[in-house]
């Protein structure tokens, strides 16, 4: 193949991820990393088999959980088992269809997060200023548009992403100076002009998790005006605790992406260990949260697990 005069064009067929500073620390990181990967696989897959086994979950609100913990799952799946494969055994190759293929799950499956969220704020708005409409607005075949609509949206405008970046060429330079294929990452490593693909994903990013985001604030600013107006002796405590919980750990999920961004574009002022540290936490905390937040603080959901733990208890 030609080359050029200031590098080579040899087609890359493999990259290699390093943690550039910690790389004496990375046995010592994979223990709380380790902790946390197998509480977010536990805590969703309990939750799972539990809305499936139990009937009396079998509702929307319960659907929506599920779709959740099933986003969680793949994300922990996605970028976890890699990072521990190169802190445990040093196994730093990932092959360039394998770092494209996580690249674009980790993009389209982030922001479908985001939209259930979205949608549950939604939920939880028609079930708390629209009590008696709520049964015939929030129904099954509701959640099942919803789960296209989350699926659609954020799959099909995620998705050049990745392709953009998988047809730059990345002349023979394949260390990728993070332990996760993200698109800045594996960007820098290209001897093309990477202004359009950093635009559009900066454009996208902004325009789907800052639309969601904005209807989130503003459901649970509307159940805040309604719950206040609320006159039941308990009712605006049991509300506010549990949506108060839910709009936290939302704004979590928002302010550490907002954190990841910042500390990208002051790269040069920031460890750049930092912001990889930040984006494998973002993939780990969010999982292991939700279905804690989400599922045990719900009544019923406590007395499903309790259900099929007695049933496990019997099978013995």
Known sequence: MTTSSNSSTVPVSEFFLIFPNFQSWQHWLSLPL????????????????????????????????????????????????????????????????ACFLQMFIMNSFLTMESCTFMIMAYDRYIAIC??????????????????????????????????????????????IKNCICTNMSVSRLSCDDTTFNQLYKFVIGWTLLGSDLILIVLSYSFILKAVLRIKVEGAVAKALSTC??????????????????????????????VPILLNILHHLIPPALNPIVYGVKTKEIKQGIHKLLRSLENMK
């Open 130 to 175: 629209y009590p008696l409409r709520y049964p015939s607005i929030i129904t099954d075949q509701f959640v099942a548009r919803a789960a296209i609509f989350v699926v659609a949206r954020n799959g099909l405008l995620t998705m050049p992403i990745p392709i953009l970046s998988s047809r730059l060429r990345y002349c023979a330079r394949n260390i």
């Open 244 to 273: 108060g919980s839910h709009f936290i750990l939302i704004l979590f999920f928002s302010t550490v992406l907002l954190v990841l961004v910042i500390t990208n574009l002051a790269r040069k002022k920031i460890p750049p260990d």
């Open 34 to 97: 380790s902790l946390l990967f197998l509480l977010a696989m536990v805590a969703n897959a309990t939750l799972l088999i539990t809305i499936w086994l139990e009937a009396s979950l079998h509702q929307p609100m319960y659907y929506l959980l599920s779709l959740l913990s099933l986003l969680d799952i793949v994300l922990c799946l996605t970028v976890i088992p890699k990072v521990l494969d190169i802190f445990w055994f040093e196994n730093k190759s990932i092959s360039f269809s």
